[in-house]
C-alpha cells in the first residue's frame, strides 16, 4: 500500500495483472509492508469467473458498470446475488464466490482482514441485521466536508463489523484539506478531478483508486461542473462525516459526541 499515490487499472504495471477464469484482475491496493492492511481489486469480466475464498477477511464489493451473477459458497444467506452499476455486496469471512455470466462487469473486491488479527479485533463492533446486498440510491444522504454528501451501503447497521462502505458526492470545486483518524480506499465512480497531498496533485479519473492513512492531510478537487462520485471503504466502521480540518477543528456535519 503506497499511501496517497494514484492508481488506475489502465496503468498498472503487467505485474500487478492476473487472471481468474475470464476476469482480468487489476491488484490496485496492496497490502504491502502494512500487516492486517486492506486491499483493492478491480475485476474486469465478460463470461465466468474461478472462485474467490475470503478466508481470513470480509470482501466489500462494488459494481461500477456492467452485470453479473455472484454465486456465494459456505452459505445459505442470499447465495445467488444478481449485481449491475451501483450494486454492493458483503462476502463474510469463511466464504467463497464467483463471478457467473459476466456482461462488461467492471467490479471493485475490497478485503477487509477479520478477527483473527489484533488491529481488527480491537476495532470490531456489534453489529446488527446482516444484508448481503444494498444498491446504491436506496438510502438517505448525508452530509460531509464543505457541500459533499454521502450515502452510507455498509456499516454496523447492515452486518459490517470491521468497516464502512459510502459513496460521496463532491460538488464543483471539491472538499478542502482534511484528515481522518482512519484507514481509507478511495474509488472514483464517476467524474474527473484532482487528488491533492501536500504539493503533489494527481489527476482523477473514473476508476482511479487510492488509499489515505491516519492523519494524512489531503483534498480532492472537483474541477468540473458535476458532481464527482467516490467510493470509500474506512475502518474502524464510523461516519464517513469524521474529518477534521488542518487545525484540528471537526468539519461541518461531525461531532466528536456523535
Known sequence: MEPGKVFNARTLSSEDVSMRGQAQCFALIKSGTYAEGMTATEIHLTGNASPKGSTGCDTLIFVRSGSASLEIIGSDIDNSVKVSAGSAVHIKSGESFFWAHGNELVALEVTIPD???????????????????????????????????????????SGSSGATMFI????????????HLYDEICHIVRGTGEFKVGDEIQ????????????????????????????????????????????????????????
Not at 460521496?168 to 478542502?176: E, M, Q, R, T, V
Not at 468540473?224 to 488542518?246: K, N, Q, V
Open 115 to 157: 478477527t483473527t488479527g489484533p488491529y481488527a479485533r480491537k476495532q470490531a463492533k456489534e453489529v446488527s441485521t446482516f444484508k448481503r446486498s444494498i444498491v446504491q440510491g436506496d438510502s438517505l444522504k448525508g452530509d460531509a466536508t464543505g457541500d459533499r454528501q454521502f450515502e452510507v451501503l455498509f456499516d454496523t447497521t
Open 168 to 179: 460521496g458526492f463532491i460538488p464543483p470545486s471539491g472538499a478542502p484539506a482534511h484528515y
Open 203 to 258: 489527476p482523477l479519473s473514473e476508476g482511479s483508486t487510492f488509499a489515505v492513512v491516519p492523519r494524512l492531510l489531503h483534498s480532492v478537487i472537483n474541477n468540473t461542473t458535476e458532481d464527482l462520485w467516490i467510493l470509500g471503504i474506512f475502518r474502524p466502521e464510523g461516519s464517513p462525516a469524521a474529518a477534521y480540518y488542518p487545525d484540528g477543528k471537526p468539519a461541518p456535519g461531525y461531532s466528536e459526541l456523535n
